[in-house]
């Protein structure tokens, strides 16, 4: 839209009251519980076809605020709703985006995505990032696929705002069945029946029938001891329906307008919530959620029309002021910058500009720079915009200041966005970093700006501690300028030329492309186990014309030496590193080091970093960028691949250990998520290496001995703290190192993946033991395989500071982490006997990962007293002690034909540490089990495509992968058996420990009614004989409403 089209459209008073009228750069919540959204349209999405697109999106949204109204009894509705549309799309605005974007979008629609789903990485209770709708979800309204598009979209946002999951099973799950069978209890009388149900919650029964999907009745065999087959479906009855709830189970069916709540909640059914949320109910959950604390009690909350404002992203590069607050420069520099900027905004060909003032330090001690003047449009209100520029120099701020980390943080705000015309951040500063608490080198400014396309222009004063200029080499790689102020020679003319070649920027409508790409980042750790073992490091890159190793020695107490060298077998050593200026003094106990070699490299090259301490322990950081011969016309390797970190708070600042919630418990971990992306899919690779690297500082400028970690991050679903498998969210846990009250200390943390195929023939191994990942069409998600290496780094946007460590003595009051995929099967060779099998979980102390100190298994044959206390509980006896973290372990008991039992088990962390939460349920009801002597099926797995795949149902919200199989074997018959006595007429179960040999059995595929000789049934794992076929009608959580009544 030009500026001629765009005026003509609205007038300039209207366009002038939308653009100085806040806009959102977030969702935000009221006292009075009215939501304010936003709701954005990929930029590579075309446009729909259907005329009423638009309009059905709107009603939709509207039904989704009515629901909401409806269901929470008038606490919450949505007040307005900014939609986000590609700038190619044909449609008028009403105004241009200033912080609204795709990436900060609550709902974000793209014609990648094939199925509802919530990004909610954490476990319960806290909100997640943002639902992701397919591009035909508003297609047909009311009657599409989903049911009731209002009540479909409440069930994603029960998930994304207050963290609760769905309470309906899936398919041939053996973890969360569609089927389950409600056995009676010990007070119920034998008369009660024990059939098979449809998986949900409920207010009262939910009438209905089972059909398979061509229509035709189905049932659970005749001897009651197999569900229906896996085609067999629960249809409800829409006319004689009376349920009210849940809209967790069955969203579609009309009468069901209420969640479940305590009175109603079912404990016993096998659900994600029951598993993930320890067995609250939906409300319990929604009422403990950050928004429903944030809300008045008593409120009004009135159902209104939505108001909503189509807006679309600026063409323009985004400009950026950062000023010096604490020292002010000369007038004729604030002049010559806001004549300057006065200049700029006068000019019609940068009336859609996107600019914004900022100064550092900040007032709040975890934030690195405050925001004068929100990102907008200047042109329409020059005299407030370069009135906050001038007003930064008058605020008078005194103390810590960093202008690295203000700097650092803009570029990672930008890099969210990730706005295509690019960036420009003027600074304004005098003197260097004066900040033990927010410090940020060189080197990792480097590597934000470098990895974006921003332009860094600077102008810089000196002081009495720091008299080299510190940003000139920062301004020169990023393509902008730097000027030395102060000194009176020059200042007027060297400020206009800086200005000048701000506005020929803004005026060519995008930051030129950079020749420097970040080839590597990462902490090095030092100690006696690696000594002397050279560091690899690899340059992904080709056409490379130069390569620069920036070292930062974290602590420079010990004398080091250190060199880089050309690949594992060259002998020809770098330059000398040569050590670099400081920024300031929060860098006093830090050096920094600079190699640099200019010579061309067609192609990828390995090196080598070598380092000696002196026998003692030390850490530094390496960040590589390279030169490329010219910059690329086409995006390369991992450009294309995205990093989104955040963690298992709310707010990415501060973290109360002391606070227990729906979500955790006092003393557990910290936990560390990054979502890997490309056009939307998640990737996975057997091949593919995440670790988040967490750097701590305090406010007395040392370390202290508390050493940078290095944290793997997984995609395993093992609840450590990754809890769904396969869906590209890569998840670890710290707890957060004690330090003295008073010694407030911040956390910085930054990810790293990689992804650099094997070169070397590797041995084919079962399908279950290796790591299949999405990437390689694994059943219940969709990837695009990615075969070329890349390297991709990602900063979490705000330092942590933990609040409540010194409640926690090192080491000592470590929780353990909860066990989540408690299973059985039965034992092949033992007459009735039975594996228990779990995966040994971690304590997390200030030093890492550790075993647990015992386990304790117990049994009941009341559900409920699972609820009540342990003492209540039966106790199996002859458990082994915990071994390696993370791998399976193995329990036999023997139960004797026709009993039934609950089983749970827990993990003690180490001494005074709080008391651990029992796992998920486990419910055996044991049948005749003989050993198995049937030849096993062969499995037989095809190797991924090399070109990018899609398989369908997507997400893990789709399935769990069905466990490996540990067995324990008896050595001999003479084993020692212990009977556990309880105060029955029947025989109790009796246990077995031995060293676990590990079987691995085939998934069987079937929808057929097949024997089991156990059924295995539990309020949380279910696990049966039957295979895993999945069905498209269960994807992200819902039930396809229209497959359901084929």
Not at 403 to 419: L, V
Not at 867 to 896: A, C, Y
Request: net charge negative; proline share 7%; charged share 20%.
């Amino acid at each position: 839209m030009t500026f001629t089209q765009y005026f003509r459209k609205i007038g300039l008073v209207a366009l002038a009251i939308i653009c100085a009228s806040p806009s959102l750069d977030a969702i935000s919540l009221d006292e009075n519980g009215y939501y304010d959204i936003v709701i954005a349209i990929n930029e590579k999405t075309a446009q729909n076809a259907n005329e009423k697109y638009l309009e059905n999106l709107k009603n939709g949204v509207q039904d989704l605020s009515d629901a909401l109204f409806e269901s929470t009894t008038g606490n919450f509705s949505i007040r307005s709703a900014d939609i986000v549309l590609p700038e190619h799309w044909q449609i008028d605005a009403d105004a241009f985006a200033t912080t609204q974007h795709y990436h900060n979008a609550d709902i974000r629609i793209n014609h990648e995505y094939q199925a509802p789903e919530v990004i909610n990485p954490t476990l319960c209770g806290y909100p997640g990032r943002y639902i992701e709708l397919p591009y035909n979800f508003f297609d047909l309204p009311d009657i599409g696929p989903y049911g009731l598009t209002g009540k479909a979209l409440l069930t994603l946002w029960a998930r994304y705002r207050w963290g609760v999951h769905d309470e309906h099973g899936y398919p041939d799950d053996p973890s969360f069945p569609y089927f389950w069978k409600k056995y009676r209890l010990p007070d119920q009388p034998e008369t009660d029946p024990e059939d098979y149900q449809v998986t949900n919650c409920a207010n009262t029964e939910v009438k209905g029938k089972f059909q398979n999907l061509n229509g035709e009745i189905c049932e659970a065999s005749e001897d009651g001891l197999s569900p229906p087959p896996s085609d067999c479906r629960f249809v409800p009855d829409e006319v004689n329906q009376t349920a009210t709830s849940s809209l967790m189970s069955f969203h579609f069916i009309n009468s069901l307008t209420r969640f479940c709540d305590k009175d109603t909640h079912n404990k016993r059914a096998p659900t994600r919530q029951n598993l993930y949320c320890r067995f609250l109910s939906v409300t319990e959950v929604m009422e403990q959620s950050m928004d429903f604390k944030a809300v008045k009690v008593n409120h009004t909350n009135i159902r209104t029309p939505i108001v909503y404002r189509i807006v679309k992203q600026v063409s323009k590069p985004l400009l950026y002021i950062l000023s010096d607050s604490v020292f002010v420069p000369p007038e004729t520099v604030i002049n010559g910058v806001a004549a300057g900027l006065d200049t700029i905004f006068n000019d019609t060909q940068n009336w859609n500009v996107l600019a914004s003032t900022a100064v550092y330090p900040s007032e709040a001690r975890t934030d690195s720079y405050d925001t004068l003047y929100p990102l907008n449009f200047p042109w329409f209100e020059r005299d407030k915009f370069v009135e906050s520029f001038r007003s930064s120099f008058t605020i008078g701020r005194t103390g810590f200041r960093t202008f690295a980390a203000a700097i650092q943080d803009i570029g990672n705000a930008i890099k969210e966005r990730r706005h295509k015309a690019g960036a420009i951040i003027l600074v304004v500063k005098f003197g260097g970093d004066y900040d033990y608490f927010l410090p940020a080198y060189e080197s990792e400014v480097l590597a934000t700006i470098l990895e974006q396309n921003i332009q860094v222009f600077a102008l810089e004063g000196r002081d009495d501690y720091v008299m080299e200029p510190a940003l000139q080499r920062l301004t020169q790689l990023s393509g902008g300028s730097h000027f030395s102020v102060g000194t009176g020679e020059d200042d007027e003319t060297n400020v206009a030329s800086i200005m000048s070649a701000i506005d020929a920027t803004l005026k060519a409508g995008a930051v030129p492309p950079s020749r420097y790409r970040v080839a590597h980042k990462g902490t090095i750790m030092y100690n006696s186990d690696n000594t002397g073992t050279p560091i690899p490091i690899s340059v992904l890159y080709g056409n490379v014309k130069k390569v620069s190793f920036f070292l930062s020695l974290l602590n420079t107490a010990f004398s080091s030496s250190f060199a880089i060298t050309k690949g594992p077998d060259s002998v020809d050593q770098l330059p000398s590193f040569a050590e670099t200026y400081i920024w300031g003094k929060s860098e006093f106990s830090i050096t920094h080091h600079l190699a640099e070699i200019e010579q061309n490299f067609d192609e990828p090259t390995d090196w080598e970093y070598s380092y000696n301490c002196g026998g003692f322990e030390c850490f530094s950081m390496m960040v590589v960028i390279v030169e490329l011969e010219e910059a690329p016309a086409s995006p390369l390797p991992g450009d294309e691949i995205e990093i989104t970190i955040s963690t298992s708070v709310e707010e990415d600042s501060i973290s109360d250990l002391t606070v227990e919630s729906a979500a955790s418990l006092k003393g557990t971990e910290f936990g560390i998520y990054a979502r890997l992306e490309k056009n939307g899919h998640p990737i996975n690779s057997p091949d593919l290496e995440v670790t988040a690297h967490i750097h701590f500082f305090s406010d007395q400028g040392s370390f202290d001995g508390l050493y940078p970690k290095i944290v793997p991050l997984v995609d395993d679903g093992a609840g450590s703290p990754d809890f769904t498998a396969n869906d590209g969210i890569f998840s670890g846990s710290i707890l957060p190192i004690s330090y003295p009250s008073g010694d407030q200390g911040a956390y910085q943390i930054f990810v790293v993946a990689k992804l650099r195929p094997k070169a070397s023939p590797r041995s084919p191994l079962p399908i279950d033991q290796v790591s299949i990942k999405c990437g390689s069409g694994y059943l219940g998600c969709y990837s695009e395989t990615v075969t070329e290496p890349f390297v991709k780094f990602a900063d979490l946007r705000r330092r942590i500071v933990f609040k409540g460590t010194d409640s926690f003595y090192p080491g000592l009051l470590a929780a353990s982490s909860r066990i989540l995929d408690f299973r059985m099967k039965p034992h092949p060779s033992f007459q009735n006997g039975y594996n228990l099998i779990w995966t040994q979980p971690k304590v997390m102390t200030e030093y890492g990962a550790v075993r647990a100190e015992e386990y304790e298994i117990f049994y009941t044959e009341d559900f409920n007293k699972l609820f009540t206390t342990v003492t209540d509980l039966s106790k199996v006896v002859g458990l082994e002690l915990p071994s390696v973290v993370g791998q399976e372990r193995t329990h036999m008991v023997t139960i004797e034909p026709g009993l039934k039992y609950y089983y749970v088990i827990r993990a003690h962390g180490q001494a005074n540490a709080p008391t651990p939460v029992l796992s998920n349920v486990l419910f055996i009801h044991a049948q005749n089990n003989y050993p198995d002597t049937t030849p096993r099926p062969t499995t037989t797995f095809t190797p991924a495509p090399t070109t990018p795949t899609t398989t369908l149902p997507p997400r893990s919200t789709v399935t769990t992968t069905l466990p490996s199989v540990t067995s324990t074997v008896p050595t001999s018959t003479d084993d020692e058996i212990t009977t556990t006595r309880r105060t029955t007429t029947r025989t109790t179960p009796t246990t077995t420990s031995t060293t676990p040999s590990t079987t691995t059995l085939p998934v069987q595929t079937t929808t057929k009614q097949s024997k089991n000789w156990i059924k295995s049934t539990a309020a949380i794992a279910i696990f049966t004989t039957f295979g895993v076929v999945l069905v498209a009608m269960f994807a992200g959580g819902f039930i396809y409403y229209r497959i359901i009544h084929q």
